[in-house]
Every structure is written in structure tokens, then in C-alpha cells.
């Protein structure tokens, strides 16, 4: 855990610029991470939330430890290594995904997307203390008017005891989930192979989300339909396999604070699919909320790297 804190650190104080390579990918991450909702809800009618948040998880998960297998890798994890991959699976898939899928089917694709992307502000709060990463009076700026634009979104739904209210509070705290894992997934991007840690911490978390159904009563009814198959596979491969190993190589290249900024650019593609798409409208309010947050992750993205840290 020292050395990969020690190589955070040295990665979060470099002055150098993102490469090319390293913007296209991450905004592929946040096109992939932006069709998530829109999906999730097409799905939701077929299968319980928990569930199939399971079968999305299960799925990417065994796919990845497949390719892991094809290309004659074997895992040699500690158990410390495997405890970090258990707490990645339980924050990463298992609130991260929990939150989605609970979340979605009260909230609208876009204003969700938009909710579940507060997590770099989170995540930006979490990585001053674990991560040791610099907080500047720009980033705590940025944090606070991202902050102030998540409330103003959520403020049609402060109606406590709707079912809105109560999806616009999974989907934040499936953001708190995943930033949780994007700051441990931080603390062991670069270490050797990717298939095998993603898929194992993807089969965790599909666990944990398995036991919450069971919990939850939800049974175990789904309607296999062709419709529901694809929704399933769209969900596990491209949004997730593919996503969760491309997101992992970057954090290998890059500091968590410069990669996390870059999914403001998931809300405007999340709200361009649901206004194409699902013929979803955004009140005043909203749309006010949307505005703020994303100046809020702009301000982010923009912090000087030689600004002095507050104190």
C-alpha cells in the first residue's frame, strides 16, 4: 500500500499535460458511462433493480477473468490485495451499481446521469486524505460550485416520501460508492495484469448486490426477452467490461483528479440520449442545477497545477 501511495503521489504532483490518447479515452469512458441509464430503464420493467444489477456485474466480470484465462495469466493475489479488491466490489460495483439501478427507475435518464456524476466531487474530497493529492483554493472553488449545483437539480425532488426523492438519494449514493472505488481503484491501477482484478472485484461486487436482493425480498422473476437480453449484454460488455478496463489503464497513466473532471462530459451526453431518445424535458430548475454543476467540474478541470495549496 506504501509503494502504490508513493506512486499516486508522485504521479498527482506532476506538472506534465494529459497525452491525446489519454483524453479520447476518457471520453469514451464517459460516452460508455453515459448510456448506462438510459438502458438500465429500458431493462428495469423485466427484472428487480438489485438483480439485475447482479446479472449486469456477474456478466462484465466473467467476461474479463475469460479474457484473463485466454491470454494464460494466473492471479497470485495476497489476501491483503484480495481484502483492497473485496472493498472495490463492495464500493466500486456493489453501492456504485445498487444506486444506479434503485435510482433509475424513479429518476429520468438524464437528470440520473447528471446525479451520478457528482462523484468527482466526492471523490476529490476523499483523494485530499488517502491519496495525498494537493487541495488548491480553485479545486475547493470548483468542489463548492459543483456541490451548490447538485442541490439546485435535486430541489424538484425534495419531496419527502415520493419515490422521486428516494431515487435522486440512491443515485447519490451510488456516487459516493463509486468514488469511493475510483480512489482505491487509484491506489492499484499499474500494478501488473487488468482482466483478473476487474473481473474479481466485478464477481464481488455482483455478490454483495446478489445478497441485497435476497434481503430485499426481490426475488427472482425475470422476463428473458430478446429485448431484455441485449439491454443485459449492452450493460456487461461495452458499458462495463470494456469501460472498467479502459478506466483502469488510464488511472494508471494519469492522476485520479485530472482523469475524474473529464466526465461532466457523461451529463451532456446522458441528456442528449434522454431528450433523442426518451423524449425527456428538464424544467427550469433543472436545468439551472445542470449548468452549475457542470461549471462546478469545469473549474475543476482547470486547476493550475503550480497553484498553492490551502492550508
Same mark, same amino acid.
Given at each position: +500500500? *506504501?509503494?502504490?501511495?508513493?506512486?499516486? @503521489? &508522485?504521479?498527482?504532483?506532476?506538472?506534465?499535460?494529459?497525452?491525446?490518447?489519454?483524453?479520447?479515452?476518457?471520453?469514451?469512458?464517459?460516452?460508455?458511462?453515459?448510456?448506462?441509464?438510459?438502458?438500465?430503464?429500458?431493462?428495469?420493467? *423485466?427484472?428487480?433493480?438489485?438483480?439485475?444489477? &447482479?446479472?449486469?456485474?456477474?456478466?462484465?466480470?466473467?467476461?474479463?477473468?475469460?479474457?484473463?484465462?485466454?491470454?494464460?495469466?494466473?492471479?497470485?493475489?495476497?489476501?491483503?490485495?484480495?481484502?483492497?479488491?473485496?472493498?472495490?466490489?463492495?464500493?466500486?460495483?456493489? +453501492?456504485?451499481?445498487?444506486? +444506479?439501478?434503485?435510482?433509475?427507475?424513479?429518476?429520468?435518464?438524464?437528470?440520473?446521469?447528471?446525479?451520478?456524476?457528482?462523484?468527482? $466531487?466526492?471523490?476529490?474530497?476523499? &483523494? !485530499?486524505?488517502? $491519496?495525498?493529492?494537493?487541495?488548491?483554493?480553485? =479545486?475547493?472553488?470548483?468542489?463548492?460550485?459543483?456541490?451548490?449545483?447538485?442541490?439546485?437539480?435535486?430541489?424538484?425532488?425534495?419531496?419527502?416520501?415520493?419515490? /422521486?426523492?428516494?431515487?435522486?438519494?440512491?443515485?447519490?449514493?451510488?456516487?459516493?460508492? @463509486?468514488?469511493?472505488?475510483?480512489?482505491?481503484?487509484?491506489?492499484?491501477?499499474? *500494478?501488473? *495484469?487488468?482482466?483478473?482484478?476487474?473481473?474479481?472485484?466485478?464477481?464481488?461486487?455482483?455478490?454483495?448486490?446478489?445478497?441485497?436482493?435476497?434481503?430485499?425480498?426481490?426475488?427472482?422473476?425475470?422476463?428473458? @426477452?430478446?429485448?431484455?437480453?441485449?439491454?443485459?449484454?449492452?450493460?456487461?460488455?461495452?458499458? @462495463?467490461? =470494456?469501460?472498467?478496463?479502459?478506466?483502469?489503464?488510464?488511472?494508471? /497513466?494519469?492522476? =485520479?483528479?485530472?482523469?475524474?473532471?473529464?466526465?461532466?462530459?457523461?451529463?451532456?451526453?446522458?441528456?442528449?440520449?434522454?431528450? $433523442?431518445?426518451?423524449?425527456?424535458?428538464?424544467?427550469?430548475?433543472?436545468?439551472?442545477?445542470?449548468?452549475?454543476?457542470?461549471?462546478?467540474?469545469?473549474?475543476?478541470?482547470? !486547476?493550475?497545477?503550480?497553484?498553492? /495549496?490551502? &492550508?
Amino acid at each position: +500500500m *506504501d509503494d502504490n501511495l508513493t506512486k499516486v @503521489t &508522485s504521479n498527482v504532483m506532476t506538472t506534465k499535460s494529459l497525452s491525446p490518447q489519454v483524453i479520447v479515452g476518457m471520453v469514451i469512458v464517459a460516452l460508455l458511462w453515459a448510456i448506462c441509464f438510459p438502458f438500465i430503464t429500458v431493462g428495469l420493467p *423485466d427484472a428487480p433493480p438489485l438483480l439485475f444489477a &447482479s446479472l449486469r456485474a456477474f456478466l462484465a466480470g466473467a467476461c474479463l477473468i475469460i479474457i484473463g484465462l485466454k491470454m494464460g495469466r494466473k492471479p497470485r493475489y495476497s489476501f491483503r490485495r484480495l481484502a483492497m479488491l473485496a472493498l472495490i466490489g463492495f464500493s466500486y460495483t456493489g +453501492m456504485g451499481l445498487g444506486g +444506479m439501478f434503485l435510482g433509475a427507475g424513479n429518476v429520468g435518464p438524464g437528470v440520473a446521469t447528471v446525479l451520478a456524476n457528482a462523484q468527482p $466531487l466526492f471523490a476529490a474530497i476523499l &483523494s !485530499v486524505f488517502i $491519496l495525498k493529492e494537493v487541495m488548491t483554493v480553485r =479545486l475547493y472553488l470548483g468542489l463548492f460550485v459543483g456541490f451548490i449545483g447538485v442541490v439546485v437539480l435535486a430541489l424538484p425532488s425534495f419531496d419527502f416520501g415520493t419515490d /422521486r426523492f428516494e431515487g435522486v438519494l440512491y443515485v447519490l449514493f451510488g456516487a459516493v460508492g @463509486t468514488a469511493i472505488g475510483n480512489v482505491l481503484l487509484k491506489l492499484q491501477a499499474g *500494478d501488473g *495484469d487488468v482482466y483478473w482484478p476487474m473481473g474479481i472485484q466485478l464477481i464481488l461486487g455482483a455478490a454483495f448486490l446478489l445478497v441485497a436482493s435476497l434481503l430485499a425480498g426481490e426475488g427472482f422473476e425475470v422476463d428473458w @426477452t430478446w429485448s431484455f437480453a441485449g439491454v443485459v449484454f449492452v450493460l456487461a460488455v461495452p458499458a @462495463t467490461a =470494456l469501460m472498467v478496463v479502459l478506466w483502469y489503464e488510464l488511472l494508471a /497513466r494519469a492522476p =485520479l483528479n485530472k482523469l475524474n473532471p473529464f466526465t461532466f462530459l457523461t451529463p451532456v451526453f446522458g441528456l442528449l440520449i434522454g431528450a $433523442l431518445f426518451f423524449d425527456e424535458t428538464f424544467s427550469a430548475v433543472e436545468i439551472t442545477g445542470i449548468a452549475i454543476t457542470v461549471v462546478g467540474l469545469i473549474v475543476i478541470v482547470i !486547476v493550475p497545477n503550480q497553484e498553492k /495549496r490551502v &492550508s
